[in-house]
Nanobody
Framework: QVQLVESGGGLVQVGGSHQLSCAAS????????MGWYRQAPGKERELVAH???????NYADSVKGRFTISRDNAKNTLYLQMNSLKVEDTAVYYC???????????????WGQGTQVTVSS
């Protein structure tokens, strides 16, 4: 059984920095695509940052230059470093990984439970 466990949410002041983590547990053979999404109250879930197995990344325009997505392959962990935070970054952040694991021979997309990030002025 594969699970993604997020950590690092909390209350941050405008202009501050914060890091989110997402650790995959269980029997994992390979991880392909990884990403962070967020959902603000009354809004649809949106892509924040995406990282594929080749190392290529892409970011939402709203976070380019401020957020950095990275991974630790040895720990099966995904990170999101958030700098210069704005009030509009307030949202529940979700991590996702497309991976082969849990005894399966094909890839599935897994999601974390979500972690709240609140940016206050």
């Amino acid at each position: 059984q594969v699970q993604l466990v997020e950590s690092g949410g909390g209350l941050v002041q405008v202009g501050g920095s914060h890091q989110l983590s997402c650790a995959a547990s269980g029997t994992i053979r390979s991880i392909h695509n990884m990403g962070w999404y967020r959902q603000a109250p009354g809004k649809e879930r949106e892509l924040v940052a995406h990282l594929i197995s080749t190392g290529s990344t892409n970011y939402a325009d709203s976070v380019k230059g401020r957020f950095t997505i990275s991974r630790d392959n040895a720990k099966n962990t995904l990170y999101l470093q958030m700098n210069s935070l704005k009030v509009e970054d307030t949202a529940v952040y979700y991590c996702t990984m497309t991976l082969i694991g849990g005894g399966l021979t094909y890839a599935l997309a897994y999601w974390g439970q979500g972690t709240q990030v609140t940016v206050s002025s």
